[in-house]
C-alpha cells in the first residue's frame, strides 16, 4: 500500500518541478495556483507592501480549497483509486469511496488550520 502512495504523489512532484521551471523562468511568483483565482482575494497594492488588506476567514478558506484543485489533483486520485483497487481487491466503487473520504478529511484539517491563522492573524493586525 505504501508503493501505492508513493506512486500516486507522482502527479505532485511532476507539478512541482514544472512550478519551479516557470518561477525560474520568468521570475515571477504564481499568483493564484489552480482554481483559486476565483476565490476573489483582495488585490496587494505594489506601490504600497505595508497597506496589507486581510481576506475575510471565509475568503482565505475558499482560497485555500480552491488553490488545490487543479488537473494534478484529479491525476492523484485517479492513481490512487487505482493503486488501492489493485492491491486490496476492493471493488472500483469503494476505492474511490475510501480515496474520496481519506481526501476530504486531510482536505477538512488543512482548511482548518487556514481558518484558525487567518482569524488569529487578522486579530493581530486589527482586522
Known amino acids: 500500500m505504501l508503493k501505492v502512495v508513493i506512486w ?18 520568468t521570475q ?3 499568483a493564484n495556483q489552480g482554481l483559486s483565482g476565483f476565490a476573489g482575494m ?6 504600497n507592501p505595508f497597506a496589507i ?14 488553490g488545490q484543485i487543479d488537473i494534478y489533483l484529479f491525476w492523484h486520485l485517479a ?4 493503486g488501492i483497487t489493485a492491491v486490496t481487491k476492493l471493488s472500483r ?10 481526501w476530504v478529511l486531510f482536505m477538512a484539517i488543512r482548511l482548518i488550520f487556514t481558518a484558525v491563522s487567518t482569524s ?4 493581530l493586525m486589527g482586522g
Open 8 to 25: 500516486g504523489w507522482l502527479p505532485y512532484a511532476l507539478r512541482s518541478i514544472l512550478q519551479a521551471g516557470y518561477i525560474t523562468a
Open 79 to 82: 492513481l490512487l483509486v487505482l
Open 42 to 47: 483582495p488585490v496587494i497594492d505594489t506601490s
Open 93 to 102: 466503487r469503494k476505492s474511490v469511496g475510501l480515496v474520496l473520504i481519506v
Open 28 to 30: 515571477t511568483l504564481i
Open 120 to 123: 488569529l492573524t487578522s486579530g
Open 53 to 66: 488588506e486581510m481576506p475575510s476567514t471565509g475568503t482565505a478558506v475558499l482560497y485555500a480549497f480552491l
